[in-house]
């Protein structure tokens, strides 16, 4: 990566970033990851605090690599180094427009008085990469989705976390509006924004000035994306042996329902060992909560029906070694493609989703009566909060006689 400059005697002058890994001296011990500084011939390391072991670097590609044994550890080391370099290109350029002649030290000391500006770019990069080595991958991409967003608002000039108020919080909110952005998706990139504020004021950083007070974030009440028992029958009923994709994308509609609303992604990594005494259990990517659930012959039939040979997965959808993200990624966008034309061929008024099997689980739930805690409990909420977000928008149509078991009731 080089960042030129022409002088007065336009004589170019190039300063180049390079990512290296020192190994340790130590066998077995992980080594470090430095940045590698040079100008008018003059190199300068700058160290990290980036510990990886050697099997987890690509020599020949100077990169990291994150399909290893600590994918989660790596991708959130790849999130920090991003923005190191991004800083570090941000302190090159501004040398190079000022053409007044500097040196790679220069470079390290301006990156280190960056470095101690607690800015919102910066802290947010930070939550990003925890979220990551914390294993809450989702959590961290809506995390970045909303960084860009705030990132594109402010033409990609950062602000120091003090500089947060409540005028700029009002100027967001209308920025996001003329694009013609949905209240729900405002006040999801509010909400995000104000927890990250939130830990800052928790860390001491910064003094609490309430800076959302005056935008929205709440919750909208959405149209119903739930759809009544008699359409899941007539969903299993549906003979699909000429189309093996509607087929496919049906049985893992239905398995999402029958393992009370599992979300796709931790279908997409179940393994085979979570299956152990008539019991499935695992961890929701998104929270890190344990969950068990009591395996049921219609559980079974679709694993039977769709096997997956040697692989580790219980479900086809992740089908190879590395590019998990990506492969369950497209798994997703091709199951939802040809839920829709199920969605035509059952004459609905609106598509089957991953994400309509979730709500469906809840409705169904909820007819029956069952508890809200109960309901809570079995989605893997971390609050009731949250189920009553599901519940909320199809209260009016649950018809409250149910009184067999939800599967049964299929």
């Known amino acids: ?62 990169k990291l690599i994150t399909d290893g044994k600590r994918p989660n550890v790596i991708s959130g080391i790849k999130e920090q180094m991003v923005w190191d370099i991004a800083r570090l290109g941000k302190v090159i350029r501004k040398k190079e427009a000022e053409c007044s002649g500097y040196t790679t030290d220069d470079i390290i000391t301006a990156f280190h008085q960056l470095e101690k500006e607690d800015t919102l770019f910066t802290f947010m990069h930070g939550v990003i990469a925890q979220l990551k080595l914390l294993g809450r991958v989702r959590t961290a991409e809506t995390y970045s989705a909303t960084l860009y967003s705030f990132m594109a608002f402010r033409e990609g000039q950062d602000i120091p976390l003090e500089g947060i108020d409540s005028y700029l919080m009002l100027l967001y909110e209308a920025y996001l509006k003329a694009r013609g952005l949905r209240m729900n998706t405002i006040s999801f990139y509010m909400r995000i924004l104000r927890a990250t504020y939130n830990r800052a004021v928790e860390k001491g950083l910064i003094h609490q000035r309430y800076p959302f007070r005056h935008v929205y974030t709440g919750i909208e009440k959405t149209v119903k994306r739930a759809v009544p028992i008699k359409t899941m029958k007539a969903l299993k009923k549906m003979d699909l042996t000429a189309s093996p994709q509607l087929d496919f994308a049906r049985d893992m509609f239905l398995f999402s329902f029958y393992t009370r609303g599992m979300s796709f992604v931790d279908m997409a ?69 040809y839920l829709k034309d199920i969605t035509k061929q059952l004459k609905l008024p609106r598509p089957l989703t991953m994400y309509v099997a979730r709500h469906s689980w809840a409705s169904a739930a909820k007819a029956k009566n069952i508890p809200l805690a109960v309901i809570s409990e079995g989605m893997g909420h971390e609050s009731e909060k949250t189920t009553k977000i599901y519940l909320a928008s199809i209260e009016t149509s649950v018809v409250d006689r149910a009184n067999k078991m939800i599967l049964g009731l299929l």
């Open 269 to 337: 990594f179940l393994r085979k060992k979570d299956l152990q005494n008539g019991m499935l259990t695992y961890r929701r990517r998104k929270t890190g909560q344990q969950l068990c659930i009591k395996w049921e012959k219609c559980m079974a039939e679709i694993v039977a029906k769709h096997p997956t040979g040697e692989s580790q997965y219980l479900l086809p959808l992740i089908k190879e070694s590395g590019n998990e993200r990506k492969q369950y990624e497209n798994a997703m966008h091709k199951v939802n493609h």
């Open 1 to 62: 990566m080089s960042y030129i400059c022409r002088n007065k005697t336009d004589i170019s002058i190039m300063a180049s970033i390079k990512i290296k890994f020192r190994p340790s001296t130590v066998e077995g011990k992980e080594g470090s990851i430095y940045f590698q500084i040079t100008h008018n011939r003059v190199v300068r390391q700058l160290n990290t605090d980036y510990k990886i072991f050697p099997e987890e670097w690509d020599d020949k590609a100077e």
